[in-house]
């Protein structure tokens, strides 16, 4: 069975759950390790090349997806075409999704892309980033990735303001549906902040 319930698994290979990948790995184990190669690569980079001047946009936030996993899929970067859900809770429809994202990334343009939380109370941004997070989990707009880009995100946005990475601890420990990270999100879509706002509070540490 497919993870995702969708109509068509464009993006899989068939009968399975591994996305079509410009390597051909098909062993579910050696895609995970190359994954996380490039997510490791990803955060390098980003950290590497954040400045005064950058911004917190769209453009940014699908420069994160495809940069870091350009190497190894051809959707990096690319919205879905197709509406998909997990479990029980649909992410944004395809039709939705340039207005959602123009939505969140303008209301976060006026939030000045979170840029200036280092000198206020971590409670104050945390309730931002798990606003933000919330929204962004429920957009969902890659096919695959939307989780660790999204995180990937947030800790671009921590460094800038002088914090480390957020540290999700145990929250994100199992693979399978109910991992505290999961649950949360499940939270967002319907609505309830608390719980994302309290991994992301317990996550958010000032750098040394
Ligand atoms: N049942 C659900 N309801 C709402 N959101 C969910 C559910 N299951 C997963 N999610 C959200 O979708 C994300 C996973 O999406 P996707 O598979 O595109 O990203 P990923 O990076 O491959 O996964 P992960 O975040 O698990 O590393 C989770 O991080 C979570 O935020
Ligand atoms: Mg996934």
Do not use: W
């Not at 969708?6 to 996305?19: A, H, L, R, T, V």
């Not at 899929?73 to 809770?89: L, Q």
């Not at 969902?140 to 990937?152: A, D, K, S, Y």
Request: proline share 2%; glycine share 4%; hydrophobic share 35%.
């Amino acid at each position: 069975m497919s993870k995702y319930t969708q109509d068509k698994n464009y993006i899989y290979y068939e009968n399975s759950n591994i996305p079509i990948n410009k390597l051909d790995i098909r062993d579910v184990s050696i895609l995970e390790e190359k994954e996380q190669e490039l997510l490791l690569k990803g955060y390098q980079f980003f950290h590497q090349t954040l400045s005064e001047n950058t911004n917190f946009d769209e453009q940014y936030f699908q420069l994160l997806h495809r940069k870091t996993f350009e190497e190894l899929y051809d959707f990096a970067g690319e919205y879905r075409t197709i509406n998909i859900s997990k479990g029980y809770s649909p992410f944004c429809q395809v039709r939705f999704l340039n207005q959602t994202s123009n939505k969140i990334f303008s209301e976060l343009k006026k939030d000045n892309f979170l840029k200036d939380y280092s000198d206020k109370p971590k409670e104050l941004f945390a309730q931002k980033i798990s606003y933000y997070m919330c929204e962004l989990i429920a957009f969902h707009p890659f096919p695959e990735l939307n989780g660790r880009i999204t995180r990937l995100f947030f800790d671009m946005i921590a460094t800038f303001n002088g914090f480390e990475y957020i540290d999700y601890q145990n929250t994100l420990e199992t693979n399978d549906d109910e991992n505290e990270f999961i649950k949360a999100s499940i939270n967002c879509l319907a609505g309830k902040e608390s719980t994302m706002f309290k991994i992301v509070l317990d996550g958010l540490k000032k750098s040394e």
